[in-house]
């Protein structure tokens, strides 16, 4: 009896992943053909819940896109992949202490803030580099302009409530 | 108590490489909240479009009932004598604004530029002048206008601007202003939605009479007097020019269908404002007449077939000989298959094939009236499409979606290297499509709010590569933030999304019903997600957006009945007419002014209450509302009315704004208003 039940609580739980996947890739599905652009995959396998890692996005990537490249993804390569990520939980986000413990890493006198050359330097230098677009957008909402500086802190708080 | 992997991040932070990973971290993290946000930004983009053409669609749907009224109550027009007197209006010697005297010099349409900066007001009786010259202007031009690049080095091209004046003084300033050597096109759709298309169309019909060879204008599906009526170009000219606003309106009826329907650049660039068909025909396009064409609203309607009350042919703006039976096309062009089912069923996606030429010799019907007013129809409605093909473009009710054979196929045939049209707004204010063939070019930036989009427009030069300019004409926007730029536009984007699933509670309550079988007034979010699809039709993903609109579900399910309480005590004010009336006007909102505007055929701003009734009773039966006749007389004694048996206008449409601004009014954010939202300076009427 109780094997009867696992069976079918994976089945609605996988048919519960199902809609959700397919509601994400219809927003960036723009021809309403079932394709999107590669570059949007990131998007959307992020807004999905998950939070991995550039190069584990690319791995996943050459998973999903077709034999010879054509810059779109098909949804029937996606949603089976993505399926499994939510299954199996992969990439999991990043617990908000983790992600002030990884500030203070940074800051190891301290002082409770970085100054806006030292989050250039380690965020275009280190780790998985950003753009420079991608560290202007950043720097736009991070730094207070009177103390040229960001309050970790205060930073996180911020966006962790607007995150939902 | 640490976690497991509390512990191991804690290890490996003692590691080498400790700021390399915890920069990773960070880094990994930030994406993740900026694909967050790009999400909410399309799911956004997505809502105001679908509730957009949804309210498209309605206007669509209601398109016998206008038909009826406008038959009932259009003026008759042996009044045509009265817009040419304009020369008796007297300008007072206290008018600041600015002065015309004809012909036009080009300081007189830069001065008006700048009057118009300023905030002044034109005279009515300078309107009417400039807008006789222009209709005089215009009747010499051919349909298919023909620029070369010769004579202007570089000619620039705009997309809609929908009345956002900002736009258009934005451009002159980054582009220049128009002169012999800088030649501009606007494509289509002056109007409506914006604020200010009274000055912008002041603006291009002055430039154009400066600079006839090198200002050109084509017409757009907004250059329209039934899509005036709903959209607001009939509001705005009437709130401006409250004495002179009927005359200014009948002449700007004529100035519109004496616009170009398309230009031609070096006869290898076709710039026109939708789209085209699989059936273009430039010469016949080129030589019919393109004044008759005084509305494509009812023509698009009609082609579809629309069994309806469409009464009186004779009457209507446009309308096919009488004999005709309705809806012919349909079952008589049977010899040719098609395969998409029932050729006019609601939905289907109506086979092109269906609307083809029409047969010659039929009873009382003329061949050439139908076929050319469909190019017209097809050139100003119409959007591309991705995949092959070419159907009927339901979602605008007219025009077809076109694929890139068809474009392959039309620039094949007369010799072009690509298309530049307008009509759809895109967030980066350009799109290219079809290989590169077809260039997408829209110029009213913050279309649908503060930071939803960006304008554009096109340059070309005498080798004809397009080189596109992009900006957003308000200032506001470049010092916000992504993240408050996209907040800001959400938030209009839902309080809309609410009105619209408030204005539906009885049928959301219906469907909730049906799947909560065992009544515990729980429902799973998924069956929460599917019953607002089927009553709304929005095609929205609603999964994507239920953290927006349902408060924080805990083990997945929903109680339904507390939510749709928490949707109504938003948007329900203290003292108001019964519920059910309130949500199904408030559903029809934008509809309503557009169907008083028609009964108010003399633009008094008032409407007898017979007539008040009469129209209320017809579009409940349309709508398939149940509406007794006192729900009716009640709704008419809520409203102040005046004991001489007329209702103001303006007091009944300030009553849905009161009932829209109590329900805002505790709101804490400073957000703008949606740019299409009515708030004109409306003041609370006196008496309440």
């Known amino acids: 009896m109780w094997r009867i039940n696992l069976w079918e609580g994976t089945e609605l739980v996988v048919a519960e992943f199902h809609k959700k996947i397919k509601d994400a890739f219809e927003v960036f599905d723009h021809e309403a053909n079932n394709t999107v652009d590669v570059r949007e995959i990131r998007t959307i396998i992020r807004s999905l819940g998950c939070c991995p890692s550039e190069g584990e996005l690319h791995d996943l990537i050459v998973e999903i896109e077709e034999e010879e490249p054509t810059g779109y993804i098909r949804f029937e390569k996606f949603l089976p992949v993505m399926t499994k990520v939510l299954l199996e939980k992969r990439y999991r986000p990043i617990p908000e202490d983790i992600l002030l413990r990884s500030f203070e890493v940074l800051d190891p006198s301290k002082r409770g803030f970085l100054t806006k050359e030292e989050l250039i330097k380690y965020m275009t230098e280190e780790g998985e580099p950003f753009s420079q677009e991608e560290m202007e957008e950043m720097l736009s909402a991070a730094i207070d302009p009177e103390s040229n500086s960001i309050r970790y802190k205060d930073y996180i708080a911020m966006m962790v409530v607007d995150d939902g | 108590v640490q976690s497991p992997i509390s512990i191991y991040y804690h290890l490996t932070f003692h590691a080498e490489f400790a700021s390399f990973k915890a920069a990773a971290l960070i880094q990994r993290w930030y994406r993740r909240y900026m694909a967050r946000l790009e999400t909410r930004r399309c799911c956004t983009w997505r809502i105001f479009q679908s509730i957009e053409y949804a309210g498209q669609q309605d206007h669509v749907k209601l398109h016998d009932f206008f038909s009826y009224l406008v038959d009932h109550f259009t003026p008759n027009s042996n009044h045509e004598s009265e817009y040419d007197d304009y020369e008796s209006i007297e300008v007072p010697d206290n008018y600041t604004g600015p002065r015309l005297s004809f012909p036009l010099l080009p300081n007189h349409a830069t001065a008006l530029v700048e009057a118009f900066r300023l905030k002044q007001q034109l005279h009515a009786r300078y309107v009417l002048n400039l807008l006789h010259e222009t209709r005089k202007h215009l009747v010499q031009l051919p349909n298919i206008n023909r620029v070369s690049t010769c004579y202007s080095e570089e000619i620039t091209v705009c997309g809609d601007l929908h009345g956002q004046l900002d736009d258009l003084i934005f451009i002159f300033h980054k582009n220049g202003l128009p002169s012999p050597e800088r030649a501009y096109v606007f494509n289509g759709d002056f109007v409506d939605r914006g604020k200010e298309s009274v000055e912008i169309l002041m603006i291009l019909f002055a430039f154009m009479l400066v600079y006839p060879k090198e200002f050109r204008l084509n017409r757009g599906n907004h250059e329209d007097h039934m899509v005036n009526l709903r959209y607001g170009l009939t509001k705005e000219v009437m709130h401006k020019y409250k004495t002179h606003g009927k005359k200014i309106l009948k002449i700007l009826q004529d100035v519109f269908c004496w616009l170009h329907l398309a230009t031609l650049v070096d006869e290898k660039v076709l710039i026109l404002h939708g ?92 061949k050439e009236t139908i076929s050319w007013s469909f190019q017209v129809v097809d050139i100003l409605w119409s959007d591309p499409m991705a995949q092959e093909g070419c159907k009927a473009n339901t979602v605008r009710g007219g025009g077809c979606y076109f694929g890139p054979s068809v474009t392959e196929q039309l620039l094949q045939k007369y010799n072009l290297q690509f298309l530049i049209r307008s009509h759809e707004r895109k967030p980066e204010g350009y799109e290219f499509c079809h290989r590169r063939k077809v260039l997408t070019i829209f110029s009213a930036s913050n279309y649908y709010e503060v930071g939803s989009n960006r304008g554009a427009y096109v340059k070309l030069g005498p080798a004809l590569t397009p080189y596109i300019v992009q900006y957003q004409a308000n200032k506001e926007t470049h010092r916000l933030t992504m993240r408050q730029r996209i907040s800001r536009v959400e938030e209009s984007a839902l309080r809309s999304l609410w009105e619209k699933l408030f204005a539906s509670s009885l049928d959301l309550l219906g469907e909730f019903k049906k799947h909560d079988a065992d009544k515990t007034g729980l429902i799973t979010l998924s069956a929460w997600a599917e019953a607002v699809e089927s009553v709304l039709h929005l095609g929205l993903p609603w999964r994507m957006l239920k953290p927006q609109l349902v408060n924080s579900s805990t083990d997945n399910t929903l109680e339904y009945k507390s939510w749709l309480e928490d949707l109504a005590k938003e948007q329900l004010s203290r003292e108001n007419i019964q519920s059910s009336l309130l949500e199904t006007l408030y559903r029809n909102r934008p509809n309503l002014e557009a169907i008083f505007r028609i009964t108010d055929s003399d633009h008094s701003g008032f409407i007898s209450l017979d007539e008040f009734r009469q129209t209320w009773k017809l579009f409940s039966s349309h709508m398939n509302i149940d509406i007794t006749d006192d729900c009716i007389c009640d709704l008419a004694r809520s409203i102040d009315l005046n004991r001489d048996g007329h209702i103001d206008i303006n007091e009944f449409l300030e009553a849905f704004r009161i009932v829209e601004q109590s329900s805002t009014e505790g709101d804490t954010s400073d957000c703008p208003q949606a740019t299409n939202t009515d708030n004109s300076g409306c003041s609370k009427p006196s008496k309440r």
Do not use: N, Y
């Open chain 2, 275 to 366: 789209g085209v068909s699989d059936m273009p025909d430039l010469e016949l396009l080129a030589k019919l007449d393109r004044h008759k064409v005084l509305t494509t609203e009812v023509v698009s309607c009609e082609r579809e077939g629309r069994a309806g009350s469409c009464p009186g042919a004779g009457s209507a703006p446009w309308a096919p000989p009488p004999g005709l039976p309705r809806g012919h096309r349909a079952s008589r062009s049977s010899s040719i298959p098609c395969s998409c089912g029932p050729p006019w069923g609601p939905g289907a996606g109506r086979c092109r094939q269906q609307a083809g030429p029409p047969r010659a010799g039929r009873r009382g019907f003329r």
